[in-house]
């Protein structure tokens, strides 16, 4: 009798889309009920989306001089995440934005037995992303040498990174791959409840040896996570 294996499951990855965009300053000099009206239309379209792909807004006006808002989206379908988010220049106060900068990378899925009941949107992994107010980004481009260690050697290094990181109680930190997707090698998402402690933890992080195997990681934007209408209202 000839046995059949049963292909095992793969979990469906989920996408990240990073959007930072500036407000331009023809969008100030419109009378008031035209801000008014396009900031309700800009904020109706991108909460229409919102039953079917995880969404962050946050504040980084005032922190830089280049951006103003980061859209974080999450998505396990990838084209479907590519038109919600060129949908963000088409309506109302979307029309006066201009992309800054823009990071997509990907994040393994979860397991594919999971119970419903611990997922948010069927496919994100509940308590795991946009838990705090303060959040550190940054893309990360890791050295050659990085690649020439062996498995275990990677291993090593990046448990001696999570030990040190887990001295903070309140902070909740993803990588993001880009393999093949955008120019940086990953993303770097750190967030925290405190700003201090996540001042602390990045200095902390830096200070081991796996930051010598990194060649790159710039640029990086401090982020405050804000409801939209808050955000423009504050921008506009």
Not at 37 to 48: H, R, T
Not at 92 to 103: I, K
Request: neutral net charge; glycine residues 6%; contains cysteine.
């Amino acid at each position: 009798m000839v046995g059949r294996m049963e292909k095992t499951k793969k979990a469906a990855d989920i996408y990240s889309s990073f959007m930072f965009v500036k407000l331009q300053p023809e969008f100030r000099r419109l009378i008031s009920n035209e801000k008014i009206a396009a900031k309700q239309e800009f904020e109706n379209m991108v909460g229409s989306a919102q039953e079917k792909l995880f969404l962050r807004t946050y504040m980084v006006s005032g922190l830089r001089s280049d951006s103003d808002i980061l859209f974080w989206r999450m998505s396990d379908d990838l084209p479907y995440l590519q038109e919600i988010c060129a949908r963000t220049f088409s309506t109302g106060a979307g029309r006066y934005l201009t992309p800054s900068f823009t990071y997509l990378g990907v994040h393994p899925g979860p397991d594919p037995l999971a119970p419903k009941k611990d997922l948010d949107f069927g496919f994100l992994p509940k308590d795991t992303f946009g838990r705090h107010r303060f959040m550190l980004f940054h893309p990360v481009v890791k050295a050659h040498a990085w690649y020439e260690l062996s498995d275990a050697e990677r291993e090593k290094l990046m448990a001696d990174r999570t030990q040190v990181l887990s001295r903070y109680r309140d902070i909740q930190e993803n990588f993001f791959m880009s393999y093949g997707l955008d120019e940086p090698d990953m993303i770097v998402v750190r967030e925290a409840k405190a700003l201090d402690e996540l001042s602390a933890a990045t200095q902390a992080l830096r200070q081991q040896r796996i930051k010598s195997y990194t060649c790159g990681d710039k640029p990086v934007f401090l982020c405050l996570g804000k409801d939209l209408r808050e955000i423009m209202d504050a921008i506009s």
